[in-house]
């Protein structure tokens, strides 16, 4: 029997996006409100009560108001806004993060799914700390590159309207007060017990993201090198379909010593580099920030509601 689904923001970037992953699915069945009941809010009720899944793809107050008018306690609600990454009683939607994340999400009614700048982030440091390699007390940098995409429609529309300024196609560092929304998951889920300095970076690109974290290797609670660390994080993810820990040293996977932007577009993929030697060591992760970081970790995440392959559709 067909599982149905709504998409509520189905307009919107990831609700697109989500929604092109579905489209040839024969396992599922999309509901759809009509543009004159959109913001009617019995119009929504009713079919976010009447359906197994249903993706949030809103601001954070209209994701709080969608999840209000759920009563029906069957309904599994996917959140990927902000509002409930840190809420108790929602699980968050990062399978691969420890050994019953997936149990978790499986049972959960109630998910939400990370944000494209945790996801990377967490999926590095998350293993170090829990390890005891990281002290959850280091004071981390971190500074992240990513695609105008994940501005939403007013940025696209910045980006990709004919006559914008010529200062937007510059690398724009953003949240300068470092208060950016992202950071309170971050530090709960990779386990740190303060928050990272983060800076954040959009360049003139649609989709696709490099997150990266600078750790010295003295600091670190056992003494390791850069090899040591992608030896590290080789075991953690092994068997892993979606994350992937390159080889170390990667020179062959960098074109003229430049380490390339979007070569995890359109797939769900996540690659982690560790550049450096026996003193620094760099982080970095590759991925899709609509992909990993969006529409395909919440696709992901049904599919381990629904109990079938976690690569069907992605």
Partial sequence: MKKTVFVDGQHGTTGLKIRERLADRSDIEITEISEEKRKDPNARAELLNSVDIAFLCLPDDAARESVSLVKNPEVCVIDGSTAHRVTDGWVYGLPELKERQRELIKESRRISVPGCHATGFILMLYPLVSQGIVSPDYPITVHAVAGYSGGGKSMIADYETEGSPDYIR?????????????????????????????????????KGEIISIPLVASHLEKKLSAADIRKILTNYYSGEQFIKVMPFPADDYLVNGFLTFTDCNDTNNLEIFVFGNEDRILLSARYDNLGKGASGAAVQNMNIVLDVPEETGL
């Fill in 170 to 206: 510059n690398p724009r560092p953003y949240s300068l007060k470092l208060d950016h929304k992202h950071l309170p998951e971050m530090t709960r889920y990779s386990g740190l017990i303060r928050s990272p300095i983060f800076n954040p970076t959009v360049v003139n690109v649609y």
